[in-house]
């Protein structure tokens, strides 16, 4: 079955799908982008999604590219073509094409949009039964992390240093050594008592929607949580750890540089909520917003 991509208002071929060399998102990474899990032919959390695309183009000061309305649709339609049921829509937004400048070109400049999707079986990942290991990396980034932009080069950088080491994600560590986040997940621990961890929204992270989904189903479970900075050192000594995004769900982590955490096999609380991560993703229950 060919694979179609979406660019600026057609469909084509994924492997023909290309942008003009003066677009700002390839000169600049002057754009932000989404990926929406898709379960089961349903896009998981849609609106949440849809609310931190335009949430990150108001704060870069960026158009939506159209109707939001359209965009859902749009969406939809490239599910179709690509018979996607399980995987991800991934969708860019930049500030369009423009003669190389710095500053910003004339607000008739349409913004351009590309989408893709890729498909992914879910049911089958070994990272969820297995779980994970990860390594701490330094946090180079800049002081809009809440902002999904693509700019994502200390990102790229950390995870790197994370498939060169063997483990799965890096955790990124600020200079006073406090846990931010994964270089495309966020970060979560369960501490001594039984409670969830993980650092609360503000510029240093990505305000995750599988995460902002997860506390609303603890909370529904009557887990308790902490939205509260944690060190690496706390994290070493953590019952349980996780990282949650997208694609990533809830998976465990069992080890984190060389130390086991736990008994170095997936938690049961982790697992707890990865079993009703997936009955959200599934449809099978909802969530507070
Ligand atoms: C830096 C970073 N933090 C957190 C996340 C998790 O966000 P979400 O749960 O919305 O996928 C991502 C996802 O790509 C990310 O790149």
Redesign the pocket.
């Known amino acids: 079955m060919p694979r179609y991509c979406y660019v600026n208002g057609q469909f084509a071929p994924h492997n023909e799908g290309a942008v003009h060399i003066e677009d700002r998102g390839y000169q600049f990474a002057d754009g932000v982008y989404e990926?929406v899990t898709v379960a089961d032919g349903r896009l998981v959390d849609e609106g949440p999604h849809l609310d931190r695309l335009e949430r990150s183009l108001n704060e870069l000061r960026m158009k939506m590219p159209m109707a939001r309305k359209v965009l859902a649709l749009k969406m939809r339609e490239l599910m179709r073509l690509n018979g996607l049921r399980d995987g991800l829509v991934y969708m860019q937004v930049t500030r369009g094409v423009a003669p190389r400048n710095h500053a910003f070109p004339a607000d008739s400049v349409p913004s351009s949009l590309v989408m893709t999707t890729k498909k992914m079986n879910f049911a089958t990942m070994k990272k969820f039964t297995d779980g994970v290991s990860v390594i701490s990396t330094p946090d180079m980034r800049w002081a809009r992390c809440d902002i999904k932009t693509t700019s994502l080069l200390p990102?790229c950088l950390g995870k790197q240093a994370a498939v060169e080491a063997g483990a799965y994600e890096g955790w990124m560590i600020t200079e006073d050594g406090m846990v931010t986040?994964?270089?495309?997940?966020?970060a979560w621990i369960i501490n001594k008592d039984g409670a969830l961890v993980t650092r609360p929204p503000g510029n240093e992270?990505?305000n995750?929607?599988?995460?902002q989904t997860i506390l609303a189903l603890a909370a529904e479970e009557g887990i308790p949580f902490e939205e509260r900075a944690f060190s690496l050192e706390e994290a070493y000594e953590a019952r349980e750890a996780f990282v949650?995004?997208?694609t990533s769900f809830v998976t465990p982590v069992v080890k984190i540089d060389d130390k086991a955490i736990g008994n170095g096999k997936p938690g049961s609380l982790s697992e707890r909520l990865l079993g009703y991560y997936k009955e959200y993703a599934a449809g099978l229950r909802t969530r507070a917003a």
């Open positions: 990926v990102n986040e994964g270089t495309s997940s966020n992270i990505l995750g929607i599988t995460r949650s995004s997208a």
